[in-house]
Nanobody
Framework: QVQLVESGGGLVQPGGSLRLSCAAS????????MGWFRQAPGKEREFVAG????????YYADSVEGRFTISRDNAKNMLSLQMNSLKPEDTAVYYC????????????????WGQGTQVTVSS
């Protein structure tokens, strides 16, 4: 089973950028579609971005399309999310997770979530 650890969150001003990283353990990371999700206070967790196992296909929530870029390095077992033109409404705890089936994480025990990293966009 893959274990996931996120890093790179923090406080940023509106219009700024952050890059989130997710380190995966285990030998199966490269086989799976992976993704990023987020949960804002008082809201349900929502899909942000997904990437197929080879990295050749990516897909995004409408709210982040054109501003966020998901990528992966299978040789290093790393998943990343580059976030540009950040808005206050992007404030949330961000989670990496997988494997994905479409825009959802498959059920446990195969499906795995990281512990989350806080992103706060505020002036």
């Amino acid at each position: 089973q893959v274990q996931l650890v996120e890093s790179g969150g923090g406080l940023v001003q509106p219009g700024g950028s952050l890059r989130l990283s997710c380190a995966a353990s285990g030998s199966t990371f490269s086989r799976y579609a992976m993704g990023w999700f987020r949960q804002a206070p008082g809201k349900e967790r929502e899909f942000v971005a997904g990437i197929r196992s080879s990295g050749g296909i990516t897909y995004y929530a409408d709210s982040v399309e054109g501003r966020f870029t998901i990528s992966r390095d299978n040789a290093k077992n790393m998943l990343s999310l580059q976030m540009n033109s950040l808005k206050p409404e992007d404030t949330a705890v961000y989670y990496c997770a997988g494997p994905l089936f479409g825009r959802a994480v498959v059920a446990a025990p195969t499906g795995t979530w990281g512990q989350g990293t806080q992103v706060t966009v505020s002036s």
